[in-house]
């Protein structure tokens, strides 16, 4: 693409023409403006809209207790964190947020990152080598794959979901060392990854599992601790876990939990620590105030899957186009995440729209975020939704697809 910066005599640039196909593909992606803090209900460009695509899985980026404690975190500490961890950005707020993490998750350490993106990337490229086999899901999350591919492993994508794929592709391992990573809940599809699977298969290949929670954490579990806690696995199962910030915790960042040697060896070779303006300390304080309420967030947990359940049985008697996870025995576990599968672009861009339209805000999302042939709408809901809310989208959608 340096080719396109050249002049080419007033012919159309490679980037223009670039731009010009993604929107007649229906892929061109635009940003919408809103008014108003983070909630259930808000306003999009000047029109007020029930929201049902944000990861604000709780309720907790504009609870009154979080609001307060970001506040009073600004009066302490200030607003920037002034320099990375490793020169004088580490704050004692930091520090107590790293300890409580690990507390949380049953861990050894954690360590704090920038964001989920950053610490995977900073994950996989500090433990994997040139040439390293790291095995994914197909369906893992961007920065996952990204991390694998910008870090020269070699990187093997597995059927979704399919522990008996991932166990083909480590027979020919031999006693080469490998890296197996996925998502604990599948962000665009809302199912759970195989953990006990591919924990299994990480043992008997002597590979590293690494479980990126950053949809799980908060929500699944009695104790909201994850997927790992779904299924009951600890450190020993699955050494290295990621969790974000910015999702059920309602504030920004995230963490690596693991062992204290793991961590150790982070803080030495994770570029993307290493080299990162640390995470304002006012964040870290909400994040421990966010950390409590997801701790002691059973009714709120209680209340969400409640809605889930109520959506998915009106989306069941309507005929909506479920996942098709969703329309059997399933999971037990409810996941907030619930996607209505179009296939066509411009017809879930449609859809979208129309949505909107009676003031109902859910995101198409295409390629290349999920899969050519599976557009979608991604729904996902928020403890604080009401059951009125919920049957006002189920009457809405029965009209638009």
């Known amino acids: 693409m340096l080719e396109a910066w050249k002049t080419t005599g007033g012919a159309a640039s490679p980037i223009s023409a670039r731009l010009v196909r993604q929107r007649q593909s229906h892929l061109y992606r635009t940003r919408k403006v809103r008014q108003g803090p983070q909630d259930t209900t808000v306003t999009i460009d000047g029109k007020h809209c029930i929201t049902f695509c944000s990861n604000d899985y709780l309720g907790l980026a ?87 591919l910008l870090s020269r492993a070699r990187l093997q994508r597995y059927r979704h979901g399919d522990p008996q794929a991932l166990a083909r592709r480590l027979e020919k391992l031999a006693d080469k060392p490998a890296l197996i990573a996925s998502d604990g809940v599948f962000s665009m599809d809302g199912d759970l990854a195989p953990l006990p699977g591919l924990a299994a298969l990480a043992r008997e290949k002597d590979a590293l599992l690494m479980i990126d929670d950053a949809h799980g954490l908060g929500v699944i579990g009695r104790e909201g601790r994850g997927t790992l806690e779904y299924y009951n696995l600890g450190e020993d ?20 939990a693991g062992s204290d040697e793991l961590i150790e060896y982070l803080i030495q070779f994770a570029r993307t620590y290493i080299y990162t303006t640390a995470l304002p300390p006012a964040i870290a304080h909400a994040s421990l105030a966010a950390l409590r309420l997801v701790r002691d967030g059973h009714e709120r947990r209680e209340r969400l899957h409640g809605l889930c359940r109520r959506f998915i049985e009106g989306a069941k008697q309507l005929g909506l186009p479920l996942a098709t996870h969703l329309t059997g025995a399933g999971q037990a576990a409810c996941v907030p995440i619930i996607p209505l599968i179009l296939g066509d672009n411009q017809r879930t861009l449609a859809a979208s729209k129309a949505l909107e339209d009676r003031g109902i805000l859910v995101t198409a999302i295409r390629p290349p975020t999920v899969p050519a042939g599976s557009a979608r709408l991604r729904i996902t809901l928020c403890a604080n939704h009401t059951k009125t809310q919920v049957d006002q989208l189920l009457e809405a959608l029965s009209s638009v697809i």
């Open 62 to 148: 504009n609870d009154p207790a979080l609001v307060t404690a970001l506040q009073e975190g600004a009066r302490r500490y200030g607003v920037g964190s002034g320099a990375s961890h490793l020169v004088s950005g580490h704050s004692a707020v930091h520090h107590e947020l790293e300890t409580a993490l690990a507390a949380f998750t049953g861990r050894s350490r954690a360590l704090l990152f920038s964001s989920g993106y950053l610490a995977n990337l900073g994950v996989i490229s500090a433990l994997v080598s040139p040439g390293d086999p790291v095995f994914e899901d197909r369906l893992n999350h961007a920065s996952l794959i990204d991390a694998a």
């Open 237 to 256: 199962q699955a050494p290295v876990l990621m969790g974000t910030l910015g999702k059920a915790f309602g504030t920004f960042g995230a963490f690596v």
